[in-house]
């Protein structure tokens, strides 16, 4: 099953994903986690990504795409994906839809978690993660029994830097101009899965799985 995963920032992709992504054992590819790697190892995707993600702005398609096209070429893809976080606007969208049409591919469906904006920044201005082994938490929901420190590892808790309120409202505008489109791009492919993103995580996962006809 080729899924693309979309959702506003904080609409829970990455938890979903990463759930569905093992029940269905298909590969889970987030552009933001290869781009945070990238930064944080120093390479030149992550020179080049940097500004654009502390700000909240999104990196150029052409930037993005190409890395894509890498893990395409490369026969990552070839046995059923969840693209958490790509495609991001209308030129990423298309570029996918060539890249896979070139070799007889396609999205069989576009989850989009719906979430409102109230939500979405108590969930971001709650989010921490260890600096060790990344584990993520969550305030007030799931906390560290030491504050600041990691249960599973002993690491220090940190923030994403685009989790900061300034970032997040930026974050927030940005979708809604530059992301929302692709809503319609996959409207109108009829692939689209909406979801109420709102309830417990096990809730979303289940009505992502009966969506999906995986339950
Ligand atoms: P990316 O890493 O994709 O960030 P994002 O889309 O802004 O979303 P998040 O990862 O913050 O949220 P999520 O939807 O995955 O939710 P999560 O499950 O973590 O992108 C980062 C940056 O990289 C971009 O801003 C851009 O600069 C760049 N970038 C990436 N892809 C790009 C592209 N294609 N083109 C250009 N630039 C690109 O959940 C959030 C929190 O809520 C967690 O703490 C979680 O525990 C909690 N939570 C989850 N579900 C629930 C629930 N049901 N109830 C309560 N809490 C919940
Ligand atoms: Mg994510």
């Given at each position: 099953?080729?899924?693309?995963?979309?959702?506003?920032?904080?609409?829970g992709?990455g938890?979903?994903?990463?759930?569905?992504?093992?029940?269905i054992?298909?590969?889970?590819l987030?552009?933001?986690?290869?781009?945070r790697?990238?930064v944080?190892?120093?390479?030149e995707l992550?020179?080049?990504?940097?500004?654009f993600?502390?700000a909240g702005e999104l990196?150029?398609?052409?930037?993005?795409?190409?890395?894509?096209?890498?893990?395409?070429?490369?026969?990552?893809?070839?046995?059923?994906?969840?693209?958490?976080?790509?495609?991001?606007?209308?030129p990423?969208?298309?570029a996918?839809?060539?890249?896979?049409?070139?070799?007889?591919?396609?999205?069989?469906?576009?989850?989009?978690?719906?979430v409102?904006?109230?939500e979405?920044?108590?969930?971001?201005?709650?989010?921490?993660?260890?600096?060790?082994?990344?584990?993520?938490?969550n305030?007030?929901a799931?906390?560290?029994?030491?504050?600041?420190v990691?249960?599973?590892?002993?690491?220090?808790?940190?923030?994403?830097?685009?989790?900061e309120p300034?970032?997040?409202?930026?974050?927030l505008?940005v979708?809604?101009?530059?992301?929302q489109?692709?809503e319609?791009?996959?409207?109108?492919?009829s692939?689209?899965?909406?979801?109420?993103?709102?309830?417990?995580?096990?809730?979303?996962?289940?009505?992502?799985?009966?969506?999906l006809?995986?339950?």
């Amino acid at each position: 099953m080729n899924l693309i995963f979309l959702g506003a920032p904080g609409s829970g992709k990455g938890t979903q994903a990463v759930r569905l992504a093992e029940k269905i054992s298909v590969l889970h590819l987030s552009t933001g986690d290869l781009l945070r790697a990238a930064v944080k190892n120093g390479t030149e995707l992550g020179k080049k990504a940097e500004q654009f993600m502390t700000a909240g702005e999104l990196v150029p398609d052409d930037v993005i795409v190409g890395l894509i096209e890498e893990k395409q070429t490369s026969g990552a893809l070839g046995s059923g994906f969840i693209l958490d976080g790509f495609p991001r606007t209308i030129p990423q969208a298309e570029a996918l839809d060539a890249m896979f049409g070139r070799v007889g591919a396609k999205i069989d469906r576009a989850v989009l978690l719906d979430v409102d904006d109230e939500e979405i920044i108590k969930r971001l201005s709650g989010r921490m993660y260890c600096s060790g082994c990344q584990a993520g938490y969550n305030y007030p929901a799931n906390m560290p029994k030491v504050e600041g420190v990691c249960d599973k590892c002993g690491g220090k808790l940190v923030r994403r830097p685009d989790d900061e309120p300034d970032v997040v409202k930026n974050r927030l505008e940005v979708y809604k101009k530059q992301t929302q489109p692709i809503e319609n791009y996959y409207r109108n492919q009829s692939v689209l899965l909406e979801i109420k993103g709102i309830g417990t995580p096990n809730d979303i996962f289940g009505r992502i799985e009966e969506g999906l006809g995986v339950a």
